[in-house]
């Protein structure tokens, strides 16, 4: 990875599914949030939530001035960082890219410096990259979407449930969640 310090313990954000299934080795995780992005189902799953021809929709962000995204941060070890990121590389090789950002955590006083983490986010230069689309229509899309990670429907729900386990409120994800609930009901 580009810039991570050599030797030093280092951060990674989730906001998809990292949030409730990192399966990387870490230290230590804690909630926190990023500025500037929002998340949104705009990205295509051929390879975990949809299959070629029939993508289910995940999560990526899109640059959003004065969103606040929440997620699950998790330390990685220094001498695990290589290891560990090229789990993560596999894992989100359907269109995502790595960047870095500022982490916040709450609680974190105002002078103290935010420390720097990596996250994955799809851009609209991928092939996978859906883009935007009505909440029904992404609905309809994810209802009728499974791959070898399961159901796309499980994904949004699962997301929903991590993201009220630490507190944080996500109306994209949640008016996604309610319209499934209420098809489903």
């Not at 030093?8 to 500037?36: C, K, M, N, T």
């Not at 993508?55 to 290891?83: H, K, N, S």
Request: aromatic letters at 10%.
């Amino acid at each position: 990875m580009a810039n991570a310090a050599p030797g030093r313990d280092f951060w990674v954000f989730g906001y998809g599914s990292l949030v409730w299934r990192p399966a990387f080795p870490h230290l230590r995780q804690r909630p926190g949030y990023i500025e500037g992005w929002a998340r949104r189902f705009w990205q295509g799953s051929t390879d975990h939530r949809g299959v070629p021809g029939r993508p289910g929709r995940v999560v990526t962000l899109v640059p959003e001035a004065g969103a606040r995204c929440w997620g699950m941060a998790y330390e990685v070890a220094a001498e695990r960082l290589a290891a560990v990121l090229e789990v993560l590389d596999h894992r989100e090789k359907g269109g995502y890219e790595q960047l870095r950002t500022s982490l916040h955590f709450p609680g974190r006083e105002s002078g103290d410096p935010a420390p720097d983490a990596l996250v994955y986010i799809a851009t609209a230069s991928n092939p996978n990259y859906l883009g935007p689309a009505d909440l029904e229509a992404i609905a309809s899309q994810v209802r009728g979407a499974s791959g070898p990670s399961g159901p796309n429907s499980e994904y949004v729900l699962r997301l929903a449930s991590a993201l009220r386990t630490i507190g944080a409120r996500d109306e994209h994800v949640l008016a996604l969640e309610a319209i499934l609930l209420r098809a489903s009901g």
